[in-house]
Protein backbone atom coordinates (compact mmCIF):
# COMPACT_ATOMS: atom_id res chain seq x y z
CA UNK A 1 0.00 0.00 0.00
CA UNK A 2 1.00 3.46 -0.74
CA UNK A 3 1.39 6.90 0.80
CA UNK A 4 -1.81 7.93 -0.67
CA UNK A 5 -3.60 4.78 -0.17
CA UNK A 6 -2.52 4.36 3.59
CA UNK A 7 -3.54 8.04 3.95
CA UNK A 8 -7.06 6.80 1.83
CA UNK A 9 -7.57 4.39 4.38
CA UNK A 10 -7.22 5.88 7.60
CA UNK A 11 -9.48 8.85 6.88
CA UNK A 12 -12.76 6.81 7.49
CA UNK A 13 -11.76 5.61 10.50
CA UNK A 14 -11.67 8.98 12.34
CA UNK A 15 -15.16 10.51 14.37
CA UNK A 16 -15.68 13.61 15.52
CA UNK A 17 -14.74 12.68 19.11
CA UNK A 18 -11.07 11.96 17.94
CA UNK A 19 -10.95 14.20 14.86
CA UNK A 20 -9.90 17.85 15.97
CA UNK A 21 -12.19 19.99 13.70
CA UNK A 22 -10.56 23.25 13.34
CA UNK A 23 -8.49 20.69 10.73
CA UNK A 24 -11.41 19.87 8.60
CA UNK A 25 -11.87 22.43 6.10
CA UNK A 26 -7.69 22.34 5.45
CA UNK A 27 -7.99 18.46 5.05
CA UNK A 28 -11.43 19.23 2.83
CA UNK A 29 -9.39 20.75 0.60
CA UNK A 30 -6.38 18.67 0.64
CA UNK A 31 -8.91 15.81 -0.59
CA UNK A 32 -9.69 17.99 -3.36
CA UNK A 33 -6.15 18.32 -4.68
CA UNK A 34 -5.37 14.57 -4.33
CA UNK A 35 -8.49 13.38 -5.90
CA UNK A 36 -6.67 14.83 -9.42
CA UNK A 37 -3.57 12.98 -8.86
CA UNK A 38 -5.37 9.40 -7.22
CA UNK A 39 -5.31 6.14 -9.01
CA UNK A 40 -9.07 5.45 -10.15
CA UNK A 41 -9.71 2.18 -7.65
CA UNK A 42 -8.83 5.15 -4.89
CA UNK A 43 -11.43 7.72 -6.27
CA UNK A 44 -14.39 6.33 -4.64
CA UNK A 45 -12.86 6.50 -1.33
CA UNK A 46 -11.78 10.00 -1.81
CA UNK A 47 -15.19 11.35 -2.83
CA UNK A 48 -16.50 9.90 0.11
CA UNK A 49 -13.83 11.24 2.31
CA UNK A 50 -14.66 14.78 1.00
CA UNK A 51 -18.69 14.50 2.03
CA UNK A 52 -17.49 13.30 5.43
CA UNK A 53 -15.23 16.10 6.79
CA UNK A 54 -17.24 18.79 4.72
CA UNK A 55 -19.97 17.80 7.08
CA UNK A 56 -17.70 17.50 9.56
CA UNK A 57 -16.47 21.43 9.13
CA UNK A 58 -20.30 22.37 8.76
CA UNK A 59 -20.62 20.63 12.11
CA UNK A 60 -17.87 22.73 13.73
CA UNK A 61 -18.98 25.85 12.87
CA UNK A 62 -22.40 24.89 14.26
CA UNK A 63 -21.34 24.07 17.51
CA UNK A 64 -22.34 25.95 20.64
CA UNK A 65 -19.36 27.80 22.42
CA UNK A 66 -18.48 27.38 25.81
CA UNK A 67 -21.02 28.84 28.55
CA UNK A 68 -19.17 32.21 30.01
CA UNK A 69 -18.17 31.80 33.73
CA UNK A 70 -21.65 32.88 36.24
CA UNK A 71 -19.48 35.21 38.11
CA UNK A 72 -15.93 36.58 38.12
CA UNK A 73 -15.24 33.54 41.41
CA UNK A 74 -15.86 31.05 38.04
CA UNK A 75 -12.36 32.38 36.50
CA UNK A 76 -10.16 31.17 39.44
CA UNK A 77 -8.86 28.38 40.56
CA UNK A 78 -11.47 25.66 41.20
CA UNK A 79 -9.93 24.77 44.97
CA UNK A 80 -10.99 28.00 46.10
CA UNK A 81 -14.45 29.02 44.65
CA UNK A 82 -16.56 27.20 47.31
CA UNK A 83 -14.88 29.26 49.91
CA UNK A 84 -15.68 32.07 48.17
CA UNK A 85 -19.40 31.65 47.53
CA UNK A 86 -19.26 30.95 51.08
CA UNK A 87 -18.80 34.58 51.31
CA UNK A 88 -20.63 35.59 49.33
CA UNK A 89 -18.32 37.76 47.95
CA UNK A 90 -19.94 38.03 44.50
CA UNK A 91 -22.85 40.04 46.27
CA UNK A 92 -21.35 42.98 47.40
CA UNK A 93 -24.78 44.18 48.85
CA UNK A 94 -24.30 42.68 52.17
CA UNK A 95 -20.69 44.21 52.72
CA UNK A 96 -22.30 47.24 51.66
CA UNK A 97 -25.37 46.98 54.32
CA UNK A 98 -22.97 46.63 57.16
CA UNK A 99 -20.99 49.22 56.08
CA UNK A 100 -23.46 52.09 55.73
CA UNK A 101 -24.39 52.39 59.89
CA UNK A 102 -20.47 52.31 59.98
CA UNK A 103 -19.93 55.21 57.75
CA UNK A 104 -23.15 56.80 58.91
CA UNK A 105 -21.12 56.62 62.77
CA UNK A 106 -17.79 57.60 61.63
CA UNK A 107 -18.81 60.53 59.72
CA UNK A 108 -21.51 62.08 61.88
CA UNK A 109 -18.14 61.86 64.71
CA UNK A 110 -15.88 63.35 62.65
CA UNK A 111 -18.45 66.42 62.33
CA UNK A 112 -19.46 66.77 65.76
CA UNK A 113 -15.54 66.72 66.48
CA UNK A 114 -14.38 69.15 63.69
CA UNK A 115 -11.88 66.15 62.64
CA UNK A 116 -9.82 66.43 60.48
CA UNK A 117 -10.42 64.53 56.62
CA UNK A 118 -8.03 62.14 57.49
CA UNK A 119 -9.53 60.41 60.28
CA UNK A 120 -12.99 59.60 58.67
CA UNK A 121 -10.64 58.14 55.85
CA UNK A 122 -8.49 55.97 57.79
CA UNK A 123 -11.78 54.91 60.22
CA UNK A 124 -13.91 54.39 56.79
CA UNK A 125 -11.12 51.97 54.89
CA UNK A 126 -10.71 50.11 58.44
CA UNK A 127 -13.98 49.43 58.66
CA UNK A 128 -14.47 48.99 54.74
CA UNK A 129 -12.00 46.26 55.39
CA UNK A 130 -13.86 45.02 58.87
CA UNK A 131 -16.96 44.73 56.84
CA UNK A 132 -15.90 42.52 54.20
CA UNK A 133 -14.77 40.12 56.76
CA UNK A 134 -17.09 39.97 59.11
CA UNK A 135 -19.85 39.42 56.31
CA UNK A 136 -17.94 36.40 54.97
CA UNK A 137 -17.86 35.29 58.59
CA UNK A 138 -21.44 36.26 58.68
CA UNK A 139 -22.45 33.67 56.46
CA UNK A 140 -20.02 31.13 57.15
CA UNK A 141 -21.98 30.88 60.43
CA UNK A 142 -25.27 31.12 58.73
CA UNK A 143 -24.72 28.30 56.47
CA UNK A 144 -22.94 26.28 59.28
CA UNK A 145 -26.34 26.44 61.12
CA UNK A 146 -28.30 26.05 58.07
CA UNK A 147 -26.83 23.42 56.02
CA UNK A 148 -29.46 20.76 56.21
CA UNK A 149 -32.46 24.00 55.64
CA UNK A 150 -30.52 25.25 52.90
CA UNK A 151 -30.61 21.76 50.55
CA UNK A 152 -34.93 22.21 50.81
CA UNK A 153 -35.04 25.71 49.49
CA UNK A 154 -34.88 26.10 45.75
CA UNK A 155 -32.39 29.66 46.36
CA UNK A 156 -29.98 27.97 48.43
CA UNK A 157 -29.71 24.25 47.79
CA UNK A 158 -26.28 25.32 45.46
CA UNK A 159 -24.55 26.73 48.40
CA UNK A 160 -21.02 25.00 49.05
CA UNK A 161 -22.13 23.58 52.39
CA UNK A 162 -25.57 22.31 51.20
CA UNK A 163 -24.84 21.08 48.02
CA UNK A 164 -21.41 18.90 49.55
CA UNK A 165 -18.47 21.13 47.85
CA UNK A 166 -16.99 21.67 51.05
CA UNK A 167 -17.54 19.79 54.51
CA UNK A 168 -18.56 21.39 57.64
CA UNK A 169 -14.47 20.39 59.12
CA UNK A 170 -13.54 22.71 56.23
CA UNK A 171 -15.72 25.50 57.14
CA UNK A 172 -15.20 25.92 60.18
CA UNK A 173 -11.72 25.85 59.91
CA UNK A 174 -12.44 28.76 57.17
CA UNK A 175 -14.44 30.32 59.96
CA UNK A 176 -11.09 30.69 62.03
CA UNK A 177 -9.11 32.00 59.76
CA UNK A 178 -12.21 34.77 58.90
CA UNK A 179 -12.55 35.49 62.45
CA UNK A 180 -8.46 35.76 62.90
CA UNK A 181 -8.69 38.28 59.71
CA UNK A 182 -11.80 40.51 61.81
CA UNK A 183 -9.69 40.41 64.92
CA UNK A 184 -6.57 42.35 63.08
CA UNK A 185 -8.69 45.10 61.94
CA UNK A 186 -10.63 45.19 65.22
CA UNK A 187 -7.10 45.27 66.92
CA UNK A 188 -6.03 48.61 64.86
CA UNK A 189 -8.76 50.64 67.05
CA UNK A 190 -8.91 51.48 70.98
CA UNK A 191 -9.81 49.31 73.73
CA UNK A 192 -13.11 50.62 74.35
CA UNK A 193 -13.94 49.99 70.67
CA UNK A 194 -12.28 46.51 70.64
CA UNK A 195 -14.39 44.99 73.84
CA UNK A 196 -17.48 46.99 72.06
CA UNK A 197 -16.61 45.04 68.88
CA UNK A 198 -15.78 41.72 70.38
CA UNK A 199 -19.34 41.74 72.06
CA UNK A 200 -21.58 41.28 69.09
CA UNK A 201 -19.57 38.28 68.21
CA UNK A 202 -22.11 36.46 70.33
CA UNK A 203 -25.83 37.99 68.66
CA UNK A 204 -24.20 36.98 65.27
CA UNK A 205 -23.94 33.38 66.01
CA UNK A 206 -26.84 32.79 67.50
CA UNK A 207 -29.05 34.82 64.48
CA UNK A 208 -29.14 31.44 62.33
CA UNK A 209 -30.87 29.89 65.38
CA UNK A 210 -33.72 32.56 66.26
CA UNK A 211 -35.23 31.81 62.62
CA UNK A 212 -36.44 28.53 63.99
CA UNK A 213 -37.78 29.76 66.82
CA UNK A 214 -39.02 33.23 66.08
CA UNK A 215 -40.83 35.20 63.31
CA UNK A 216 -38.43 37.86 64.07
CA UNK A 217 -34.72 37.10 63.86
CA UNK A 218 -33.80 40.88 62.74
CA UNK A 219 -35.19 42.16 65.95
CA UNK A 220 -34.18 39.36 68.31
CA UNK A 221 -30.82 40.62 67.22
CA UNK A 222 -31.46 44.25 66.41
CA UNK A 223 -32.83 44.72 70.33
CA UNK A 224 -32.41 41.46 71.93
CA UNK A 225 -31.40 43.64 75.40
CA UNK A 226 -34.41 45.16 75.06
CA UNK A 227 -37.59 43.90 74.08
CA UNK A 228 -36.35 39.95 75.01
CA UNK A 229 -39.57 39.40 77.48
CA UNK A 230 -42.12 40.74 74.54
CA UNK A 231 -40.34 38.17 71.84
CA UNK A 232 -40.88 35.48 73.96
CA UNK A 233 -44.52 35.58 73.22
CA UNK A 234 -44.66 36.27 69.63
CA UNK A 235 -43.08 34.08 66.75
CA UNK A 236 -42.20 34.82 63.33
CA UNK A 237 -39.51 34.45 60.29
CA UNK A 238 -36.30 34.10 58.58
CA UNK A 239 -34.90 36.94 56.30
CA UNK A 240 -31.14 37.62 54.98
CA UNK A 241 -28.09 37.25 57.07
CA UNK A 242 -28.84 41.03 58.39
CA UNK A 243 -29.00 41.32 62.04
CA UNK A 244 -30.72 44.24 63.12
CA UNK A 245 -28.04 44.18 66.23
CA UNK A 246 -24.98 42.86 64.49
CA UNK A 247 -25.60 44.89 61.03
CA UNK A 248 -26.00 48.09 62.83
CA UNK A 249 -23.71 47.71 65.61
CA UNK A 250 -20.91 49.95 63.16
CA UNK A 251 -23.40 52.89 64.39
CA UNK A 252 -22.22 52.52 67.90
CA UNK A 253 -18.83 51.15 67.21
CA UNK A 254 -17.80 53.90 64.20
CA UNK A 255 -18.41 57.27 66.76
CA UNK A 256 -15.99 55.41 69.68
CA UNK A 257 -13.16 54.71 67.25
CA UNK A 258 -13.59 58.15 66.08
CA UNK A 259 -14.35 59.95 69.63
CA UNK A 260 -12.93 57.17 72.06
CA UNK A 261 -16.16 56.57 73.49
CA UNK A 262 -20.10 56.14 72.25
CA UNK A 263 -22.17 59.51 72.40
CA UNK A 264 -24.87 57.32 73.52
CA UNK A 265 -27.61 60.57 72.93
CA UNK A 266 -27.19 60.54 68.98
CA UNK A 267 -25.68 56.97 68.57
CA UNK A 268 -28.74 55.16 70.06
CA UNK A 269 -31.55 56.87 67.90
CA UNK A 270 -29.27 56.59 64.85
CA UNK A 271 -28.50 53.06 66.13
CA UNK A 272 -32.33 52.59 66.48
CA UNK A 273 -32.86 54.10 63.19
CA UNK A 274 -30.92 51.25 61.05
CA UNK A 275 -32.53 48.34 63.26
CA UNK A 276 -35.92 49.61 61.10
CA UNK A 277 -34.28 49.71 58.31
CA UNK A 278 -32.60 46.48 59.03
CA UNK A 279 -36.30 45.27 59.57
CA UNK A 280 -37.74 46.53 56.04
CA UNK A 281 -34.76 45.20 53.78
CA UNK A 282 -34.60 41.83 55.68
CA UNK A 283 -38.45 41.82 54.86
CA UNK A 284 -37.96 42.46 51.25
CA UNK A 285 -35.00 39.56 51.24
CA UNK A 286 -37.29 37.38 52.82
CA UNK A 287 -40.31 37.54 50.77
CA UNK A 288 -37.72 35.71 47.86
CA UNK A 289 -38.00 32.06 50.03
CA UNK A 290 -41.40 32.13 52.03
CA UNK A 291 -42.92 29.50 49.23
CA UNK A 292 -39.98 27.53 50.63
CA UNK A 293 -40.06 28.51 54.34
CA UNK A 294 -43.48 27.33 54.94
CA UNK A 295 -42.43 24.10 53.79
CA UNK A 296 -39.69 23.85 55.56
CA UNK A 297 -41.15 25.50 58.97
CA UNK A 298 -38.68 28.53 58.60
CA UNK A 299 -40.20 31.50 60.39
CA UNK A 300 -39.92 35.31 58.95
CA UNK A 301 -41.30 38.52 58.86
CA UNK A 302 -42.45 38.20 55.75
CA UNK A 303 -44.72 35.50 56.50
CA UNK A 304 -46.09 37.17 59.67
CA UNK A 305 -46.70 40.32 57.69
CA UNK A 306 -48.10 38.53 54.28
CA UNK A 307 -50.66 40.77 52.91
CA UNK A 308 -49.94 43.53 55.23
CA UNK A 309 -45.84 43.65 54.05
CA UNK A 310 -46.56 47.42 52.37
CA UNK A 311 -47.97 49.23 54.97
CA UNK A 312 -46.07 47.60 57.57
CA UNK A 313 -42.90 47.75 55.74
CA UNK A 314 -43.90 51.44 54.97
CA UNK A 315 -44.46 52.40 58.87
CA UNK A 316 -40.47 50.87 59.66
CA UNK A 317 -39.20 53.13 56.57
CA UNK A 318 -40.81 56.06 58.16
CA UNK A 319 -40.21 55.40 61.88
CA UNK A 320 -35.87 54.73 60.47
CA UNK A 321 -35.86 58.06 58.69
CA UNK A 322 -37.58 59.62 61.24
CA UNK A 323 -34.47 58.09 64.17
CA UNK A 324 -31.92 59.09 61.89
CA UNK A 325 -33.25 62.53 61.42
CA UNK A 326 -33.68 63.40 64.99
CA UNK A 327 -30.12 61.77 65.98
CA UNK A 328 -28.91 63.97 63.04
CA UNK A 329 -30.71 67.22 64.77
CA UNK A 330 -29.08 66.20 67.84
CA UNK A 331 -25.26 66.05 66.39
CA UNK A 332 -26.06 69.55 64.75
CA UNK A 333 -26.64 69.14 61.74
CA UNK A 334 -27.43 71.27 58.79
CA UNK A 335 -29.93 71.38 55.69
CA UNK A 336 -27.30 69.13 53.47
CA UNK A 337 -27.74 66.26 56.01
CA UNK A 338 -31.69 66.21 55.83
CA UNK A 339 -31.34 66.16 52.01
CA UNK A 340 -29.45 62.85 51.95
CA UNK A 341 -32.35 62.03 54.28
CA UNK A 342 -35.30 62.77 51.71
CA UNK A 343 -32.96 61.06 49.30
CA UNK A 344 -33.32 57.92 51.12
CA UNK A 345 -36.95 58.46 51.72
CA UNK A 346 -37.83 58.73 48.20
CA UNK A 347 -35.74 55.70 47.15
CA UNK A 348 -37.49 53.12 50.20
CA UNK A 349 -41.07 54.85 48.73
CA UNK A 350 -39.93 53.53 45.16
CA UNK A 351 -38.95 50.06 46.66
CA UNK A 352 -41.98 49.79 48.24
CA UNK A 353 -44.16 51.42 45.48
CA UNK A 354 -42.29 49.00 43.12
CA UNK A 355 -41.75 45.46 44.08
CA UNK A 356 -43.57 42.71 43.55
CA UNK A 357 -43.49 40.70 46.66
CA UNK A 358 -44.50 36.94 45.18
CA UNK A 359 -42.23 37.75 42.47
CA UNK A 360 -38.60 36.46 43.25
CA UNK A 361 -36.20 38.74 40.49
CA UNK A 362 -38.60 41.79 42.15
CA UNK A 363 -37.62 41.30 45.67
CA UNK A 364 -34.15 41.15 45.08
CA UNK A 365 -34.57 43.84 42.71
CA UNK A 366 -35.57 45.76 45.83
CA UNK A 367 -33.27 44.59 48.58
CA UNK A 368 -30.71 45.69 46.55
CA UNK A 369 -32.70 49.18 46.29
CA UNK A 370 -32.98 49.23 50.13
CA UNK A 371 -29.50 49.39 50.71
CA UNK A 372 -29.53 53.08 48.41
CA UNK A 373 -31.31 54.26 51.06
CA UNK A 374 -28.15 53.79 53.49
CA UNK A 375 -25.81 55.51 51.00
CA UNK A 376 -28.02 58.54 51.11
CA UNK A 377 -28.02 59.08 54.51
CA UNK A 378 -24.17 58.45 54.13
CA UNK A 379 -23.72 61.54 51.29
CA UNK A 380 -26.25 63.72 53.20
CA UNK A 381 -23.71 63.51 56.70
CA UNK A 382 -20.72 63.64 54.35
CA UNK A 383 -21.66 66.58 52.48
CA UNK A 384 -22.32 68.16 56.49
CA UNK A 385 -18.84 67.51 56.78
CA UNK A 386 -17.17 68.53 53.94
CA UNK A 387 -19.04 71.74 54.13
CA UNK A 388 -17.89 72.55 57.93
CA UNK A 389 -14.07 71.66 57.00
CA UNK A 390 -14.55 74.20 54.01
CA UNK A 391 -16.03 76.89 55.89
CA UNK A 392 -13.52 76.12 58.61
CA UNK A 393 -10.68 76.71 56.44
Known sequence: ???????????????????????????????????????????????????????????????????????????LPKPVRPYLYLTRIDKPIGTLLLFYPCAWSITMASYALEAPLTTPLTYISLFGLGALVMRGAGCTINDMWDQNLDKGVERTKTRPLASGEITPTQAFAFLGLQLTAGLGVLTQLNWYSILLGASSLSVVTIYPFMKRVTHWPQAVLGAQDVCRSALDSVFTEESFRGSGLAFNWGALLGWSAVAGAVDWSVCLPLYAGGVCWTLVYDSVYAHQDKKDDVNMGIKSTALLFGERTRPILSALSVSSLSLISYAGYLNGHTALFYGGVGLAATQLARVLIQTDFDDRPSCWKGFVGCGWAGFWVWMGALSDYIMLLATAS
Request: charged share 15%.
Open 1 to 75: MNLLSRRIHVLPTLVPSTYHLSTCASQYRSLSLLRHHARPHTLRNLTLQRHVLKGLSRKSSTLPSPAPPATWIDR
